[in-house]
């Protein structure tokens, strides 16, 4: 396994990274809010998606 920041060998003591620097630079990536995934909005619709049942609501 190699470490997913530097891509040196893991080390056992920090594994999956290989020292400490790589594992402290991995929890600050987390902390800044890098890791991240694009997210869509429920009331925004993707281009090809079937309409959502909450297009049907109706007022009463």
Known sequence: ???PICGR???AR???FCSRRCADVDLGNW???NYRIPAVDDDEQAPGDPPSD???VSSH
């Open 54 to 56: 909450r297009d049907d």
């Open 31 to 33: 902390l800044k809010g």
């Open 1 to 3: 396994m190699t470490c």
């Open 9 to 11: 060998a893991s080390d």
């Open 14 to 16: 920090y594994r999956p």
